[in-house]
């Protein structure tokens, strides 16, 4: 059986850090934008509820 160092190159790491970089900009407005909803309906059901 080969060894994880022997299968896994540089070049395949890179490609996976590139990729993950690459959604960084997406990923991090879409959970922020997800849990300023949350908060946000958090908020209003609990306003409605008091009425």
């Known amino acids: 059986m080969p060894m994880l ?3 896994v190159t540089a070049q395949m790491v890179s490609g ?3 990729e993950i970089v690459g959604l960084l900009p997406v990923m991090i407005p879409a959970a922020i934008s997800y849990i300023a909803l ?3 309906l958090g908020f209003v059901f609990s306003t409605l509820k008091k009425a």
């Open 38 to 40: 949350r908060k946000g």
């Open 5 to 7: 160092t022997d299968v």
């Open 16 to 18: 996976v850090l590139n």
